[in-house]
């Protein structure tokens, strides 16, 4: 009944947007430079794109990503664009390239020259032309973003150079599948909105206290009883290893990682109330689908743990092609300071067992067992947060409030929780790395969404959109391009290409008045 509600809502609360055609078009996140000519590129039924890399090899990966482009042209346009593999592009062509690409862009930096006779993106990686071609997009009109044929349209693209890469190396997106479950075509499409802003990690919370989310072969109980369940009740679900890697490989395609979490030694309930001698007890636990926290842990001095978690990391890093495991680690309020320590200690020899490095939430970071090589989560925040994580030298993500889009928006907002303070459009802008850990390593920034409030695709799209935009901005362009009134011009601009995209986002009353 909230879903309904709520969509009904939104429908209704977004405001008529036929206005003037902005100057330029709006990118999202904002490029580094960005300076708009005059006359234009258009894109017409004989447009080819060509592709050229350096290397064979290079050359079929820029072609799949042709291919990608090729195909989200077709579908608005009702082209039939193809990809050609060659260094030597017509006039009136789409040229991808690495040739000519250089070392300063790095893995995900281009160039993007438009001009009447081609579009030209050059950059040092495959991934960067990937990365460069969600701005291509962007420069076309709004219409080209719908899901099927518009006639009519000049596909034109203003004559522009555009010289971009990001601030920094990790931007991510942590979807809670643990809380409520969610479908792979969900998960799917959420992937491919984030691939557009240019988010390159995708972290997947795949167990807590109310729920198992992917198969262990190993251990069948986890799925025959703790991925039956959710918060509030009802039937829950989890991923088999097949899903998991048609997830990562949709993720790959985009150029985003899959960085899987299974939260430990707290926030298991879930796994205690599958496999009886994980308790001190030997029973299973029963089920839970409340939302309290910290009362859950898993025997941090008994050998059965510690064969368990092997049994876990090793299935899933098999299937996991990320350098990284994410173990969790936060709000261990049942398990003691020491036990912790050693826990965090073991686990993290498990992982590098498996070829692994660990991420870990605050306090990870201050346990013995943590090493240079493991990465903290910074959630909290504070002046006590990450001095260990700065002590030995690790790289820090940083995901304050600002970046906690389970917030509510408002007080009368009617999912989220509220207990981090509310979080508008304009407060997830309002994020400065720095300003959440000084004098650290900062590797980048994510936003999280915990699932205790959020159940339906809608419901993803309204909590994350548009303030995935804000924080992407702060993950990508630098932090002397920024600026909240330029930001929130550009958004008003996106509104007929986020709806076109389908997204059912709130139509936030800080940026639509
Ligand atoms: C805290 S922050 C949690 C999650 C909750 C979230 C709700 C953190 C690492 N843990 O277990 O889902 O708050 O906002």
Redesign the pocket.
Known sequence: AIALLLSVNIISAIPNVAKAAASQPSIFPKPVSYTVGTGQFLLTKTTSIYVAGNSAGETDELFKNGQVLANKLNTSTGYRISVIKSNNPTAGSIYLTTIGGNDAQGNEGYDLNTTSDQVKLTANKPEGVFRGIQTLMQLLPADIEKNKIVSGVQWVIPNSNISDKPTYEYRGLML?VA?HFFPVDVVKRQIDLASQYKINKFHMHLS?DQGWRIEIKSRPELIEYGSKGQVGGGPGGYYTQEQFKEIVNYAAERYIEVIPEI?MPG?TNAALASIAELNPDGKRKAMRTD?A?GYSTLMARSEITYQFVDDVVREIAAISPSPYFHL?G??SSATTASDYDYFIGRVTTILDKYGKKAVG?DPSDTSSGTTKDSIL?D?NCTASTGTSAKAKGMKVIV?PANA?L??KYYNNTALG?S??GNVNTSKAYDLNPTACISGANIYGVES?L???TVVTQDNIDYMLYPRLLANVEVGWTPQSNRNWDDFKGRLIDQTSRLQNKGIKFFADPVVWT
């Open positions: 809670d809380r807590d939260d926030h939302t926290v969790g936060d709000e939430w989560q959630w995901s906690y389970d917030m929780l207990w981090r999280t915990w699932s205790e």
